[in-house]
């Protein structure tokens, strides 16, 4: 284990865990744009998951008098199957096409909650939560499931307790499949499994704090943080792509 991606994994993971604890979601964004620096695309997926499974352990644990078990199954269900088959394509495309993905779809979910922002938000229905679901599935593949549900999650519970309690839930069960899909493919190693190790210690470290500071937003406040993240990381993501190659 070299002391220089130590180093560089505790810093960002604990840039993520913060997000994670301020949004309910984004572990898996500012993780897999700095991580790939110094490890490949795929060891930094399966870094991100076991990070992303120990911090929704813990924000479920602090919340799970709110989930509500008939809203998220309808979710659940088409993400393992979108996952199933998206994981695939993860060890077949170069990291040019995963960026370019990557950037779509943070710029899509930021508009989308700009569009929440101004009143105008999806309704709670078996269709809605399929589509949400399928989309999920698919963003898994980048390591990024928290966007699609969590503007699903944020446009039908009006509470942020209940919105970070089932949304905590979905990832739960969601990111569990996707690590056993890993492990079978080999994705896990013994070096992987060190610095998750490892991470996840720095993530439960930094996260309780950024929750005491998530449950006294307001709904709007908590909005516009989403959108500013989501925004930042994208153009960040971009200028990546372009200056250095």
């Known amino acids: 284990m070299e002391m220089e991606a130590l180093l560089f994994l505790i810093l960002i993971v604990g840039l993520s865990a913060f997000v994670q604890g ?53 979710v659940v269900i088409p993400v393992l199957i979108m996952q199933i088959i998206s994981t695939y394509f993860l060890f077949v495309l170069n990291n040019d096409v995963l960026t370019i993905v990557l950037v779509i779809i943070l710029l899509l979910f930021a508009g989308l909650f ?49 919105y970070l ?41 930094v996260l309780l704090p950024a929750l005491k500071v998530f449950k006294k937003l307001d709904r709007s406040k908590l909005t516009q943080i989403i959108i500013v993240f989501l925004i930042v990381m994208a153009i960040m993501k971009l200028a990546e792509f372009y200056l250095l190659g």
């Not at 056993?180 to 991470?199: D, M, P, R």
Request: proline share 4%; charged share 10%.
């Open 22 to 74: 301020l949004t309910g979601f984004g572990v898996g964004i500012p993780m897999m744009l700095f991580l790939p620096y110094m490890f490949s695309y795929q060891t930094a997926v399966a870094i991100t998951v076991i990070c992303a499974i120990v911090m929704s352990c813990v924000l479920l644990f602090k919340t799970r008098e709110n989930v509500e078990i008939k809203e998220i199954l309808p």
């Open 165 to 205: 309690a089932n949304l905590q839930a979905t990832l739960l069960i969601t990111l569990t499949i996707l690590l056993v899909q890993h492990i079978i493919e080999g994705n896990i190693t013994l070096v992987t499994f060190e610095y998750s190790a490892i991470a996840s210690v720095v993530c439960v470290i």
């Open 114 to 162: 700009i569009v929440s922002d101004r009143r105008w938000q999806i309704k709670a229905s078996v269709p809605n939560s399929i589509l949400a679901g399928c989309v999920t599935g698919v963003c898994n593949m980048l390591g990024m499931s928290g966007p699609p549900l969590g503007y699903y999650y944020h446009s039908i519970f009006e509470n942020n307790i209940r």
